[in-house]
């Protein structure tokens, strides 16, 4: 079987979770965007400050064959025309 050089899957929120690493980096992401007077929902994050609302019910898990890896989560209020925006964690 030859292994792809790149990987790239849509997982949920339990993926996530089970990965602890990436998992206490979305918590600290929250975190930081609570400090801004933000409001959490259980699937997103929200900063007044810095108008980003992120869903953490899902990300884009990309994998290299080398084992780098990253998931990246999908801004969900995105300005129309504004291009696409997200955040990465990458490990």
Known sequence: MVKKPISISTIQREQIIAN???????EKLKTELLDFNAIQQNRTAY????????????ATYIEFENGYHSYTFWVTNTPDYGGLQNVLISL
């Open 47 to 58: 900063s007044d400050s810095t108008g980003l609302e992120i869903n953490t019910d899902f």
């Open 20 to 26: 602890k690493q990436v998992w206490s980096s979305v």
